[in-house]
């Protein structure tokens, strides 16, 4: 986000050197809410672990364009697998089922147990959007975030500001002409991300395995 995009009301609240502070730290928190950076990264490079199943899951979310995958120094063939979930970065396997990787039980059949990253297979991957952030260091690029997302950044970062120096766990009181309150949470716990700002997001959340 940057702060030509927020409503002049909040540009106006803080200082442009903190303003800055709030667009850096509401954009990590709501990037740690879907679950991966939304920024466009290119060339991602990342290890997965093998399960022996059809799937692959990679970390990252989002992901745009599967460059390569590399199976113990071996680069497969590009239409021996699919990205068959962008959002949750998972690849299917149309061969043959990815290898598994980790550690097997001891004896002379030995079966696999715990599957981890053992570096064997390794994935490069273009991911993410180009945010306005990304367009205001290179007019060259494009920006195609969801506008839903910049819209809850948009709300996220305009409220932060709003209670600005007031703690943020203070559930709807008021103190002589100071009035505060709170956003609850889905689970009804508090949150600093506003629950309208969390049910924008709610398409790109990268749910759990």
Same mark, same amino acid.
């Given at each position: 986000? #940057?702060?030509?995009?927020?409503?002049?009301?909040?540009?106006?609240?803080?200082?442009?050197?903190?303003?800055? %502070?709030?667009?850096?730290?509401?954009?990590?928190?709501?990037?740690?809410?879907?679950?991966? +950076? %939304? *920024? !466009?990264?290119?060339?991602?490079?990342?290890?997965?672990?093998?399960? $022996?199943?059809? *799937?692959?899951? %990679?970390?990252?979310?989002?992901?745009?364009?599967?460059?390569?995958?590399?199976?113990? $120094?071996?680069?497969? =063939?590009? @239409?021996?697998?699919?990205?068959?979930?962008?959002?949750?970065?998972?690849?299917?396997?149309?061969? *043959?089922?990815?290898?598994?990787?980790?550690?097997?039980?001891?004896?002379?059949?030995?079966? +696999?147990? =715990?599957? !981890? @990253?053992?570096?064997?297979?390794?994935?490069?991957? &273009?991911? $993410?959007?180009?945010?306005?952030? !990304?367009?205001?260091?290179?007019?060259?690029?494009?920006? @195609?975030?969801?506008?839903?997302?910049?819209?809850?950044?948009? =709300?996220?970062?305009?409220?932060?500001?709003?209670? &600005?120096?007031?703690?943020?766990?203070?559930?709807?009181?008021?103190?002589?002409? #100071?009035?505060?309150?709170?956003?609850?949470?889905?689970?009804?716990?508090?949150?600093?991300?506003?629950?309208?700002? %969390? !049910?924008?997001?709610? +398409?790109?959340?990268?749910?759990?395995?």
């Amino acid at each position: 986000m #940057t702060s030509e995009l927020l409503p002049l009301t909040a540009r106006a609240a803080v200082e442009p050197a903190r303003l800055g %502070l709030f667009i850096t730290a509401v954009s990590d928190a709501l990037a740690a809410y879907v679950g991966y +950076p %939304l *920024h !466009q990264r290119l060339g991602v490079v990342e290890t997965v672990a093998g399960t $022996g199943a059809p *799937h692959l899951w %990679l970390r990252g979310g989002a992901v745009r364009r599967v460059v390569r995958v590399e199976v113990r $120094g071996v680069e497969l =063939e590009p @239409d021996a697998y699919a990205l068959e979930s962008a959002l949750m970065g998972r690849l299917v396997a149309r061969r *043959h089922r990815w290898p598994f990787t980790g550690t097997w039980s001891p004896g002379v059949s030995s079966t +696999p147990m =715990e599957a !981890q @990253d053992t570096g064997e297979v390794v994935v490069t991957y &273009d991911a $993410g959007w180009v945010t306005p952030g !990304q367009r205001a260091l290179n007019t060259s690029l494009e920006v @195609d975030l969801p506008a839903a997302i910049q819209l809850a950044a948009v =709300e996220a970062i305009t409220a932060a500001v709003s209670r &600005d120096g007031k703690p943020g766990d203070v559930a709807s009181e008021s103190i002589g002409g #100071t009035s505060m309150s709170y956003f609850a949470g889905p689970d009804g716990g508090r949150t600093a991300i506003p629950t309208t700002t %969390l !049910q924008m997001l709610g +398409p790109y959340r990268k749910g759990r395995r």
